[in-house]
Every structure is written in structure tokens, then in C-alpha cells.
């Protein structure tokens, strides 16, 4: 009988269908109106997600004692860890790592630490934690400076284990946040015709 292989890009595109899914089901009915500086506060919420898992890059290469530098590979502005990832490809394999890391364990803590909710700001942290997990499982998975392809090339774990981790952790945020009122149309915006808009928006509307 012949087996089936799933590769990531598969394995990210059920992950992502499960997420509309579930969100466009649990949201459909939801409305609220939203404050004029909403986007604003969103998208500093989202740029500080993005902050953070860059920081985390630079400070994990400081800790296993590698040289971060910043430069540009084919015009995209890069963070290098300064490790030889052939002699010391543990250590590489932390420093890939340490983005995505942050930003689930930031979205894990606001989702789990009792506070005020639904602010814009944090649905903005959330939107950023999110979107980066989804981008790098996706069309960003391939690439010179891809943490998942870096990740992959040491030989710590296979990109489909790398895809089943990170992607598992963002559908669940996801699922939880799509079943949570505080969050009510984050994932999904009911139009005037009756039909709704499922996705995760960063511009003004």
C-alpha cells in the first residue's frame, strides 16, 4: 500500500484552515465598534511582537556566546547570529529558535495571566505572535535567513517536526482566542451585507 507523506506546506495549510474555521464559526455573530486610535495601538502592538522576537535573537546569540550583527541578505534587513552553525549547530539551532519562542510564550502569558482584556495593543501582540508563526510555516518556511530552514539545517529537528510544534502552539492561541468574548472579531468582522471577513488585518479598515 502506498504511504502518504505530508510535507510542512500541507501540514501548515490544515493548521491554517482549522484556525479560519474555527474563528470564522465562533465570531460570525460578534460586533463591536471600535475606538478611533484602534489601529494605531493594533499596530504597536504588532511592531512590538516583531521587536521582541528579534530581541530575543540578539539575546540568545549573546548567551551561547556568538556575535550578533545586523545586515541586509538580498536586500532584507537580517540579524546575524555570528555562529558557525557547522561547528556549534546546538547553538545556532537556540539562537533560530529564540523568535518564535518569545513571541508564543508572550501570547501563552497574556492569554493565561488574569488582567483586563481585549484591548487593542494586546490584540495587536497577539496578531504579530500569530502571523510571524504563520508567515515562517508558509511562504516563509524556504530561504537563506528562514529561522524554520536554519532550524531544519542542524539537524536538531525536521521542518515538519518544526511546523507540528510552532504551528500546534498558534492554533491553539488561535482556538482561544476565537472562543474568548474579549477578543470578540479578531479573527473575523461581520459586514453589513451579512457576510463576514475572516482573517488578520494590520491596516486601517
Keep these: 500500500m502506498r504511504s502518504v507523506r505530508l510535507t510542512t506546506a500541507w501540514i501548515g495549510a490544515l493548521l491554517l484552515a482549522a484556525i479560519v474555521t474555527s474563528t470564522a464559526r465562533a465570531q460570525r455573530a460578534d460586533s463591536t465598534s471600535l475606538p478611533p486610535d484602534y489601529w494605531r495601538r493594533f499596530s504597536y502592538g504588532f511592531t512590538a511582537s516583531i521587536l521582541l522576537h528579534e530581541a530575543a535573537h540578539i539575546a540568545t546569540a549573546v548567551a551561547v556566546g556568538g556575535h550578533p550583527s545586523f545586515g541586509f541578505d538580498k536586500l532584507r534587513p537580517t540579524i546575524f547570529s555570528g555562529i558557525d552553525s557547522r561547528v556549534e549547530p546546538h547553538k545556532q539551532f537556540l539562537f533560530s529558535a529564540a523568535g518564535l519562542t518569545m513571541q508564543s510564550l508572550i501570547d501563552e502569558g497574556i492569554l493565561d495571566i488574569p488582567h483586563s ?89
Excluded at 119 to 134: D, N, Q, S, V
Excluded at 160 to 169: E, K, N, P, R, Y
Design 117 to 205: 482584556r481585549g484591548g487593542a495593543f494586546e490584540r495587536g501582540m497577539l496578531g504579530g505572535g500569530i502571523g510571524t508563526t504563520l508567515f515562517y510555516l508558509t511562504i516563509g518556511r524556504k530561504g537563506s535567513v528562514s529561522d524554520v530552514d536554519f532550524m531544519a539545517r542542524t539537524h536538531a529537528l525536521s521542518a515538519t517536526q518544526i511546523t507540528l510544534i510552532f504551528g500546534s502552539v498558534a492554533a491553539m492561541h488561535s482556538i482561544r482566542i476565537s472562543r474568548d468574548p474579549h477578543y470578540a472579531n479578531f479573527f473575523a468582522r461581520a459586514r453589513d451585507d451579512g457576510g463576514v471577513d475572516v482573517g488578520l488585518s494590520v491596516g486601517a479598515p
